[in-house]
C-alpha cells in the first residue's frame, strides 16, 4: 500500500470516528435537555418518553434547530418563560457537558 493510500485511510477513519462522536454527542445533549426541561414542561412523571421525543426531534432536519423549535414550542405550551437566548445558552451548555462526557468515556 502507498503512503498516500495510508494516509488516506488514516483520515477516512478520523473523519468516521469525529462524526460517530459528534452523533453521540448530539443524542446526549437532546437527552440532558429533555431532562432539564421535562419538569418546566410538565413531564417530570415520563422524563424518558419526553428525553425520546426530543431525540427523535433532532432527525427533522439538518442542525440544530428542530431540537429548538421542539423544546421552545413545549416550554412556551407550558408556560415556563425561558427566552429564546436563554434556550439557545442551555443547548450549548449541555452541548458541552456531552462532549465532555463522550471524551471520558462516560
Known amino acids: 500500500m502507498s503512503n498516500f493510500d495510508e494516509r488516506k ?12 462522536q459528534e452523533f453521540k454527542a448530539e443524542a446526549r445533549r437532546n437527552k440532558l435537555l429533555a431532562h432539564w426541561a421535562a419538569p418546566l414542561v410538565g413531564r417530570q412523571g415520563d422524563v424518558d418518553a419526553y428525553a425520546l421525543e ?22 412556551e405550551k407550558a408556560g415556563a418563560g ?3 437566548a436563554q434556550l439557545r445558552e442551555k443547548m ?4 458541552n457537558e456531552a462532549q465532555g462526557q463522550i471524551a471520558e468515556g462516560i
Open 9 to 20: 485511510g488514516a483520515a477516512l477513519k478520523q473523519f468516521t470516528l469525529n462524526a460517530e
Open 54 to 75: 426530543v431525540i427523535k426531534s433532532d432527525f427533522e432536519e439538518a442542525g440544530d434547530d428542530d431540537v429548538f423549535r421542539k423544546l421552545k414550542a413545549d416550554l
Open 82 to 84: 425561558i427566552s429564546d
Open 92 to 95: 450549548d451548555v449541555f452541548m
